[in-house]
């Protein structure tokens, strides 16, 4: 009977140190510690911690998009004129008679849309009603839908008006549209900060359409270039992060549960959100280069150490979003850069009646390329240039000069549909891995460039100047 006993107490001993053993396999933060580490690097926990300030009605245009959106319940908007005419790249979209009079008549068909998006966009805030520590999905905010909406109205009434020859109408409409990414930014989630960054790349490709539309006009050019450079941002990846960690502190618990459940789960969950979270804020506040490399650490850090814990869980669900709002944070930056040196490339043709042989020949300092830290990539082909960011090319893009290469990776000028790449113009420097460029003089004229002056040897180069 004592072998028994012995045997019972034993396992019992065993159960109880396992027990143990997998409360603290459960339970890896402690959740005070955690909040006071939070705390003392002023990392909010709460929503009174985001100092959300209070907006005056008159500035705020949440009420405008409601009314946008309800609007668009009753009548809804043919999109179909908008995307033909956007799909592909305005300047050759609207090359055709259709598609530029489908647009028109879209466009100056609601005229009640119109006033709304314009409504909203002058004003300089955007706050929803609601709890925002109850955001769990995209559905929470619908009215977000209706921002990036906005912004593509926007880019259609801008390059219609580029159509027609109103250039400087179109750059200041277009400016309408980082307002838009603006307000999208203003709530303090990653869905917002995602929302926010597609807005803001609408309004470059905008941007880009007018400056493909112009040709080499000077005026229109630097038009572009002060509204980018006057561009705030506004909300950034390291707001959106702390926003997220105050969510996933109020979405953590269980109805009707105060005791061991709260304790031995809930607790736990929120000290590893916290913890992990808390890492991905300070890798969001790296310089840009390093950003997308430093969230990815934070995430292959987690999977390591976390690895199959329940209460790590909902964490790890975020981290995907926490990488793709990373590469976003980056992009944006990176197309920001490509269009205004687009747009400085075209200014200095313009002015001299040739293209620059360096991007730091047309803007001093020159642009650089967010992803590498290094200046921005530039080469001059055919009759045009093209300017590009490398982190974005496969070593197969490279090899082969650039001819596949993402739409958000590079700006070529002329545009073409083609995808393929000519030969590159002699003095200027190749793509990654193309062959060797001959060496020659420069050709002393050539045909002119759409919508501006002939190369150097036709007439003297005019300036230009907005519709």
């Not at 005791?259 to 590893?272: H, L, P, Q, T, Y």
């Not at 460029?437 to 501006?452: D, E, F, K, L, R």
Request: with cysteine; glycine share 8%; hydrophobic share 40%.
């Amino acid at each position: 009977m004592n072998r028994w006993k012995i045997v019972l107490l034993s396992l019992l001993v065993i159960l109880v140190l396992a027990g143990i053993g997998l409360l603290g396999w459960m339970r890896p933060y402690d959740l005070e510690t955690e909040r006071k580490a939070a705390r003392a690097a002023g990392i909010p926990l709460s929503e009174a911690d985001l100092n959300l300030v209070v907006l005056p009605p008159g500035e705020n245009a949440a009420k405008d998009y409601q009314a946008l959106q309800a609007l668009k319940k009753r009548q809804p908007i043919d999109d179909s004129a908008l995307d033909a005419a956007t799909k592909g790249g305005a300047f050759f979209a609207l090359k055709n008679p259709r598609t530029a009079a489908g647009l028109k008549k879209a466009i100056e068909s609601r005229p009640d849309v119109a006033r709304l998006v314009h409504t909203a966009a002058a004003k300089p805030h955007l706050r929803f009603p609601g709890d925002r520590t109850a955001v769990l999905s995209p559905e929470d905010f619908p009215q977000l839908a209706l921002v990036r909406e906005a912004a593509k109205w926007i880019r259609c009434e801008s390059i219609l008006l580029a159509h027609e020859g109103r250039f400087g109408e179109a750059v200041k409409n277009q400016a309408l549209g980082l307002r838009v990414a603006r307000h999208a930014a203003e709530e303090p989630n990653l869905i917002a900060y995602l929302v926010s960054r597609a807005c803001e790349a609408i309004a470059m490709q905008g941007f880009k359409d007018i400056l493909e539309m112009a040709g080499p006009n000077a005026s229109v050019a630097d038009a572009v270039r002060r509204e980018i450079a006057a561009y705030d941002p506004r909300g950034d990846l390291t707001r959106g992060l702390k926003g997220e960690l105050v969510q996933s502190q109020s979405k953590l618990y269980l109805p009707g549960s105060n005791g061991f459940g709260d304790r031995w789960f809930i607790e736990s969950s929120k000290a590893v959100s916290i913890h992990w979270t808390a890492r991905a804020i300070e890798a969001s506040s790296r310089p840009t280069p390093e950003r997308i490399m430093a969230i990815e650490v934070v995430k292959s850090d987690m999977d390591r150490e976390m690895g199959f814990r329940p209460t790590a869980v909902l964490t790890s669900m975020m981290m995907p979003v926490w990488a793709k709002a990373a590469a976003a944070s980056v992009q944006s930056e990176a197309q920001r850069t490509l269009v205004s040196a687009m747009a400085s490339v075209l200014a200095y043709r313009a002015r001299h009646g040739r293209y620059p042989d360096s991007l730091s020949s047309a803007v001093s300092p020159g642009p650089v390329d967010p992803y590498t830290g290094k200046p921005l990539g530039y080469t001059r082909e055919g009759i045009g240039f093209f300017v590009f960011v490398e982190q974005l090319m496969t070593p197969e893009e490279a090899r082969d000069g650039g001819k596949r290469l993402a739409a958000e990776s590079i700006i070529r000028y002329p545009p073409t549909k083609a995808t393929t790449t000519g030969p590159p113009m002699p003095g200027g420097r190749p793509m990654p891995g193309s062959p060797p460029m001959p060496i020659g003089p420069a050709p002393s004229s050539g045909p002119p460039m759409p919508g501006g002056p002939p190369m150097p040897g036709g007439p003297a180069p005019s300036g230009g100047s907005p519709q």
